[in-house]
Nanobody
Framework: QAQLVESGGGLVQAGGSLRLSCAASGRTFRTYAMAWFRQAPGKEREFVAALSWAGETIIYADSVKGRFTISRDTAEDTMNLQMNTLKPDDTALYYC????????????????????WGQGTQVTVSS
């Protein structure tokens, strides 16, 4: 059964850094568009960052631009999210997602376009 498994979450002080990873299990996601979304308590899930399957297109939410970096390691079939200069507003459950081709670039930030989801990893940023 195809699965995505997130890791790397934790508790960090404001201004600190964390690196999230998303590993594939049961199938390869090398040719899938992949993304990170997050959901804070009492709020709807929101887009964070995404990259196209070939990596030629990368987009970020305005709230994380310049602080977060999304990347993928095709050899390891993993995706990462380097998060720097973390703020308390970044506190959320972070999910990775994968979407099969054909995947339209304009839908990279649309959670409805992704068919595979992980269980999430908690990130808590203290002030």
């Amino acid at each position: 059964q195809a699965q995505l498994v997130e890791s790397g979450g934790g508790l960090v002080q404001a201004g600190g850094s964390l690196r999230l990873s998303c590993a594939a299990s049961g199938r390869t996601f090398r040719t899938y568009a992949m993304a990170w979304f997050r959901q804070a308590p009492g709020k709807e899930r929101e887009f964070v960052a995404a990259l196209s399957w070939a990596g030629e297109t990368i987009i970020y939410a305005d709230s994380v631009k310049g602080r977060f970096t999304i990347s993928r390691d095709t050899a390891e079939d993993t995706m990462n999210l380097q998060m720097n200069t973390l703020k308390p507003d970044d506190t959320a459950l972070y999910y990775c997602a994968a979407g099969a081709r054909p995947f339209y670039i304009e839908r990279l930030n649309d959670q409805m376009a992704y068919g595979y989801w992980g269980q999430g990893t908690q990130v808590t940023v203290s002030s």
